[in-house]
């Protein structure tokens, strides 16, 4: 694979499913002091990877889970935020300015801090009550976020008593690295195709829905937009219909992400429109790639992560066909703002 | 001032303030029937419309609220939505497929349906629990929309000991229509300028943050994109500075949309920056508007309406600009998806 280290990638996402216990240790140590609620806290980036988290309890769980983003969480504050909080923080560098704040917040207020890091000696590495420390790189971060915040979901609704199949789920992320990586060996060759087309190509609507719509929203912002300098428009399947639908034309670009929980036939119903109306659709669907031993359930679970890991492999062509290296940037670290 | 109605846009707003003690009585029956958490579920731009309203709730509220998306909702459900839910569901139209649906999956978990719609002989007006009848159409129907959900969240709060001047609030919120009318006159003519500007302009990052921030998401899809068929990029003002920044270079517009809550320091962060990077900065600030009577806590509630009613005057003179009616579409009502 291009510019691809698969020992790497593999010691990374089975360092992040390897937290397992110690994050169900941690959760079991904070509902037991008597945690009333969570809140996933992030910025840009990390924090839409929390999303899927988030969105499992509120829908799966009786656990009050919020979703904030950081600077206007510590700008207005929240009422439920308090000492029987637990706060979710992921930060890859353990430094994000913002991050830091909510942190620093957030323990005034007498929360359990949970950091998600790349490094422990860092201010969020070394003061968080819980840090885990998984090291990653950019293009192998996002799996790592979107598995950790879910092995933190599940393990919530576990010690409620609320997911009976905790031990077979982990049992199940356990294989995933292995699966992702033989996606991203089986998506190669499609990754180039699609980047040779998407090369000069000006601006995507991108698409999804359930826990895979983070993955549109992400991809949009934060590759695209941020490592790539194109014009996206991230909008949710459902919302497409109400107003986005009516910038489709020939020549204008749709990106699909479909996964696999109940909400995929809302992409489905964004494909059906687009192909008839635009020639660029592109289908990027999870449900193709093989993953023995893991159950429907758990893959329902983990679409947005398989969905991360493929991407990956398009960003990889892009850079390179488009000789803008995934790196590069105007603005971040170049001038304060 | 162009194509509008003075007389006609003040009725729809006083009715729309006029609803408060009907919405204080419905709540206050519900609650009093055991409500134990509020659900705000709608479609497209409708939904977004009720955002300011749950966000109010979940940030100064110990009553749960929810913001769902009405397709989501009735595809995957939600542990908390049962017979002690209040579920309030806008469709100006009252018969818009999705929100119908959702009405019917509520009322079938025994959930308390209060609609707001424009029309009461349909079936969100007839079928629901509680429906408040505010006729509008597209023009008119934001401002009316953002005002009866805030009145519900308000209520809420008031009925539970959470709000102490919901008097004081209700009693500023009635001079409202009359300073949004000055508003729009006052504006007028920027709004024509600034239609000048932006009829051949093919691309707006847009952002705002706090209860505006729905009018940056709610503007740029429901209106630029639908109505105007105008690629934008709607960008929350904190995750612009992680991806979407990096799109700004000279001649590429960034419209920030400023209110009055605390979260306006996030939006004079990306003005900032834009003034810099780009000679295409375009903002609209709620605060330059004077509105006799109304206390800075009240037009801290209200800061989207305001924006919503400012925006129209662009709206109006971008149609005569571009050539391009609002009611104008490819795809809705005109083709079946």
Same mark, same amino acid.
């Given at each position: 694979?291009?510019?691809?280290?698969?020992?790497?990638?593999?010691?990374?996402?089975?360092?992040?499913?390897?937290?397992?216990?110690?994050?169900?240790?941690? +959760?079991?140590?904070?509902?037991?002091?008597?945690?009333?609620?969570?809140?996933?806290?992030?910025?840009?980036?990390?924090?839409?990877?929390?999303?899927?988290?988030?969105?499992?309890?509120?829908?799966?769980?009786?656990?009050?889970?919020?979703?904030?983003?950081?600077?206007?969480?510590?700008?207005?504050?929240?009422?439920?935020?308090?000492?029987?909080? +637990?706060?979710?923080?992921? #930060?890859?560098?353990?430094?994000?300015?913002?991050?830091?704040?909510?942190?620093?917040?957030?323990?005034?207020?007498?929360?359990?801090?949970?950091?998600?890091?790349?490094?422990?000696?860092?201010?969020?590495?070394?003061?968080?009550?819980?840090?885990?420390?998984?090291?990653?790189?950019?293009?192998?971060?996002?799996? #790592?976020?979107?598995?950790?915040?879910?092995? +933190?979901?599940?393990?919530?609704?576990?010690?409620?008593?609320?997911?009976?199949?905790?031990?077979?789920?982990?049992?199940?992320?356990?294989?995933?690295?292995?699966?992702?990586?033989?996606?991203?060996?089986?998506?190669?060759?499609?990754?180039?195709?699609?980047?040779?087309?998407?090369?000069?190509?000006?601006?995507?609507?991108?698409?999804?829905?359930?826990?895979?719509?983070?993955?549109?929203?992400?991809?949009?912002?934060?590759?695209?937009?941020?490592?790539?300098?194109?014009?996206?428009?991230?909008?949710?399947?459902?919302?497409?219909?109400?107003?986005?639908?009516?910038?489709?034309?020939?020549?204008?670009?749709?990106?699909?992400?479909?996964?696999?929980?109940?909400?995929?036939?809302?992409?489905?119903?964004?494909?059906?429109?687009?192909?008839?109306?635009?020639?660029?659709?592109?289908?990027?669907?999870?449900?193709?790639?093989?993953?023995?031993?893991?159950?429907?359930?758990?893959?329902?679970?983990? #679409?947005?992560?398989?969905?991360?890991?493929?991407?990956?492999?398009?960003?990889?062509?892009?850079?390179?066909?488009?000789?803008?290296?995934?790196?590069?940037?105007?603005?971040?670290?170049?001038?304060?703002?």
């Amino acid at each position: 694979m291009l510019n691809f280290d698969a020992d790497r990638f593999l010691n990374i996402e089975q360092g992040a499913v390897a937290l397992a216990p110690a994050i169900h240790d941690a +959760i079991g140590k904070a509902l037991g002091r008597g945690a009333e609620n969570i809140f996933f806290v992030g910025t840009g980036g990390a924090a839409i990877l929390m999303q899927p988290a988030a969105l499992l309890l509120q829908r799966l769980s009786d656990f009050p889970a919020y979703m904030e983003i950081a600077a206007e969480l510590v700008t207005g504050g929240h009422r439920a935020l308090g000492a029987k909080s +637990i706060v979710v923080i992921p #930060s890859l560098s353990g430094t994000t300015k913002e991050s830091v704040a909510t942190m620093d917040y957030c323990r005034a207020k007498g929360a359990t801090i949970v950091s998600l890091v790349g490094h422990k000696a860092t201010p969020l590495g070394e003061q968080a009550g819980h840090a885990f420390v998984n090291f990653a790189e950019d293009d192998t971060s996002s799996e #790592s976020f979107y598995l950790q915040s879910l092995l +933190i979901a599940l393990s919530v609704m576990a010690h409620r008593g609320e997911y009976a199949d905790y031990d077979r789920t982990i049992a199940e992320l356990n294989l995933l690295p292995e699966h992702l990586l033989a996606a991203k060996q089986a998506f190669e060759p499609e990754a180039e195709r699609i980047a040779e087309r998407f090369k000069d190509e000006p601006y995507h609507i991108i698409t999804s829905a359930g826990l895979s719509w983070a993955q549109a929203w992400y991809y949009g912002m934060c590759i695209l937009e941020e490592m790539q300098w194109i014009r996206t428009r991230p909008v949710h399947a459902a919302d497409f219909f109400h107003g986005t639908l009516e910038l489709v034309e020939k020549g204008v670009s749709v990106v699909v992400f479909k996964g696999e929980d109940v909400y995929r036939p809302l992409t489905d119903r964004v494909e059906d429109f687009a192909r008839q109306y635009t020639d660029k659709v592109t289908v990027i669907d999870t449900s193709v790639f093989p993953a023995p031993g893991v159950s429907p359930q758990t893959r329902a679970l983990v #679409s947005q992560v398989f969905l991360a890991t493929l991407l990956e492999r398009l960003s990889a062509h892009l850079e390179v066909k488009r000789n803008h290296p995934l790196t590069h940037r105007r603005y971040y670290k170049k001038v304060s703002y």
